[in-house]
């Protein structure tokens, strides 16, 4: 059974830095790609970085230049060290894995940024 358990849940003031993580179990997790994404109130939920099996990291424009996505194979745990934070980084982040060989995707329960003076 694949389970993916987020930590960091955090409320930082405008400016300021939070490193969320993720472990991840029952996955190969050597060669599957990981992912951040996010959900605020009333939108849909978007990408905010991933990462391949080679470390090649990828972002979505909002994050690019703030956020870094890195990942410990192992530890089978990635991480998003997101600096300079904003109002409207303000969301639930959800972690993303996909096996390599697979189409199936898998998703954490989710954990709470606010970004808030």
């Known amino acids: 059974q694949v389970q993916l358990v987020e930590s960091g849940v955090g409320l930082v003031q405008p400016g300021g830095s939070l490193r969320i993580s993720c472990a991840a179990s029952g996955i190969a997790f050597d060669t599957s790609t990981m992912g951040w994404y996010r959900q605020a109130p009333g939108k849909q939920r978007e990408l905010v970085a991933s990462?391949?099996?080679?470390?090649?990291?990828a972002y979505a424009d909002s994050a690019k230049g703030r956020f870094t996505i890195s990942r410990d194979n192992a530890k089978t745990t990635v991480y998003l060290q997101m600096n300079s934070l904003k109002p409207e980084d303000t969301a639930v982040y959800y972690c993303n894995a996909k096996w390599s060989y697979s189409p199936i995707m898998y998703w954490g329960q989710g954990t709470q940024v606010t970004v808030s003076s």
């Open positions: 990462i391949t099996r080679d470390s090649t990291a």
